[in-house]
């Protein structure tokens, strides 16, 4: 226990942090579909094991041998818990079921038909036989009835019945040559298997090295074109709005700061950021993929993003990103475009506004460029005038639907691409460049994957009962500024509320640019070096994510550092300083190892008294 206290502590924190939400319209039923899939002795999609299993399952003379009785509970409990999906949802972060759990079987199954063989010459043949007959007839039967006539059930019996005449005629005498038989078989088992294996679970799923240099996982043209975007950055924060929808892990494949995340576990506060605080819409509603920024030009300055690449066409290119390239590499033509505003977002602010103060997804991203967004009220020190909602001075029309509640927000649509006009007068569109389109929407029958269209923006939805569907509402859809904004819909049933509408006309994006302090910043090994103006004080603000254990220093100076504009750090600095470095260690490390290392140290101790003993 002690000596895996820090992989213990890192495991169970990190899921604590985790807030990976539920898919509402799927239940987790309590037993374990009868699904091939699901099965452990033949045709498993997770994994296949020796049938030898069960009979040293059921071998209770041998559970006096200590290992041997660890290796059954271990299988027993496992056995057990597969018969339930709340067990594969414990071993999946309490999310959706998944077997994540069976790679401990393998380990235990393994280990209990090895210590079976090992100790098989202290049991009696009739002892033996009684477990065998059973589970070979049903092996056998099994292998009769079953479509796939699975091999390696026989090859489990045969395994068997040579350990019977091993048994019965004490041929552990010629040890050689019985060691040499049994391996043998063991073999010839695992290979059956494996191929089993590779059927039923990889061939169908298996990808030729040609997809590997197929475009939509890695080009050359890309890889090329980042490294030289990488090459002229002027900071360790820079970022590229690139993502492959078939390799979603892109910059781990072309090494580069990008703006999506692809994984089971994160922290929360990302999650919170993206569907709460910034309302972010993504191009799929899917689970464990954080994709973009919603094309949202304030996000990618905060953001320090100045280059974006698309496959084919760009329709929905952020506001101050022109074209830079266009290059045609086989079937695909690849476009690059440039961020033309030049956003400090590694800067120092004074201005501190108030969370509570701040009501639409454009008023947090205003404020966040001029300063940082606070929950403590004492800091506060400057007011945020409000966007005004435009939802006011629209009319609302319908096409193809109707309203089926006094309340307007259960809308029948009765062709596909209907839906809602949103009317603004063109003296009120043409004030702006962009806009921010608030609502809720949820489509309630019939459950079936569809698209959510809002003039030029597409959004996939997946179906109603797909259980990695994240469903988040409401959402901020960012689109180009029009007196006409069309919400079209596949024929359906839905919610529908509309929450507002705001205008952008990147003033304050630009003033910010212009008045901000920039503060250079370098990579060390131990962080980052950040160099200031000794003249100034405030808030540097870093557009990398915040997490508990970074700690500044200046000399023997300590800085606070804490979380700001969401996800963002901010540091604490005062005048007549002008180096600062930023260090990261996670929480408890130094008192984690110890106790790790203390507990390795009695580990060595005991073991040896008990050898002695």
């Not at 005449?165 to 078989?185: D, E, N, Q």
Request: charged share 20%; with cysteine.
């Amino acid at each position: 226990m002690l000596s895996s206290v820090f992989g213990l502590f890192t495991g169970i924190s990190a899921f604590l942090e985790n807030d990976r939400k539920q898919n509402p319209n799927v239940d987790i039923p309590f037993l374990t579909p009868l699904d091939y899939h699901y099965f452990f002795f033949s045709d498993g999609f997770f994994i296949t094991i020796s049938i030898l299993t069960i009979v040293a399952l059921l071998s209770f003379k041998l559970y006096r041998f200590y290992f041997y009785r660890l290796f059954a509970i271990v299988t027993w409990v496992l056995f057990i818990g597969s018969l339930s999906q709340y067990f594969d949802s414990a071993f999946n972060g309490f999310s959706f079921p998944e077997r994540r759990w069976v790679y401990i079987l393998a380990l235990s199954s393994s280990a209990l038909c090895g210590l079976f063989i090992q100790h098989l010459s202290t049991l009696n043949m009739k002892y033996y036989l009684i477990r065998t007959i059973p589970v070979s007839i049903i092996a056998l039967l099994y292998v009769l009835l079953s479509p796939t006539h699975p091999l390696a059930l026989i090859v489990g019996i045969i395994l068997q019945m040579v350990l019977a005449v091993i048994l019965k005629f004490s041929l552990w005498r010629y040890k050689k040559l019985t060691v040499a038989i049994l391996v043998l078989i063991v073999m010839i088992q695992q290979i059956v298997i494996l191929d089993n294996n590779k059927n039923m679970a990889i061939k169908p799923y298996q990808q030729s090295l040609s997809s590997l240099k197929q475009h939509d996982y890695h080009s050359n043209y890309v890889n090329q074109l980042i490294k030289k975007i990488n090459k002229n950055a002027t900071g360790p924060f820079n970022r590229i709005d690139y993502m492959s929808d078939y390799a979603l892990n892109s910059p781990f494949i072309y090494h580069y700061n990008g703006i999506s995340l692809y994984s089971s576990i994160f922290n929360g506060d990302i999650l919170k950021y993206y569907d709460k605080t910034l309302q972010i819409n993504m191009p799929i509603d899917k689970n464990s993929t954080y994709r973009l920024l919603g094309n949202r030009q304030n996000l990618l300055s905060l953001w320090n993003v100045n280059d974006r690449i698309r496959v084919n066409h760009d329709d929905n290119l952020p506001y101050g990103f022109k074209i830079n390239s266009e290059h045609k590499d086989n079937k695909v033509r690849w476009i690059h475009s440039k961020n033309t505003i030049h956003y400090p977002s590694a800067h120092i602010t004074n201005k501190v506004f108030s969370n509570k103060e701040l009501k639409s997804p454009l008023d947090k991203e205003q404020a966040m460029l001029q300063g940082i967004v606070s929950n403590n009220t004492k800091d506060v020190n400057t007011h945020f005038k409000a966007n005004k909602n435009l939802l006011s001075d629209s009319t609302i029309k319908l096409n193809s639907a109707a309203w089926q509640s006094p309340t307007k927000h259960l809308l029948q649509v009765k062709q596909n691409n209907g839906g809602l006009t949103v009317q603004l007068p063109k003296s009120v569109s043409n004030q702006f460049k962009d806009l921010y389109f608030e609502m809720d929407l949820e489509l309630l029958s019939p459950d079936k994957a569809h698209d959510v269209k809002v003039n030029e923006y597409t959004q996939e939805r997946n179906k109603l009962t797909y259980k990695y569907r994240r469903f988040v509402t409401p959402v901020t859809i960012r689109i180009k500024a029009s007196d006409r904004i069309r919400l079209s819909l596949p024929k359906g049933k839905y919610r529908v509320n509309l929450k507002g509408i705001y205008g952008e006309d990147y003033t304050t994006l630009k003033d910010a640019s212009n008045s901000l302090e920039a503060v250079k910043v370098r990579k060390t090994k131990q962080g980052y070096t950040i160099t200031k103006n000794k003249n100034s004080s405030g808030y540097i603000v870093l557009p990398t994510a915040y997490n508990q254990g970074m700690k500044a220093t200046s000399g023997d100076q300590s800085l606070k550092v804490e979380q700001v504009n969401g996800v963002m750090t901010g540091i604490k600095a005062p005048k007549n300083i002008t180096k600062i470095q930023l260090s990261y260690t996670p929480p408890y490390y130094y008192l984690l190892i110890t106790i790790t290392i203390f507990g390795i140290i009695c580990s060595i101790i005991f073991t040896r008294w008990a050898r002695q003993k």
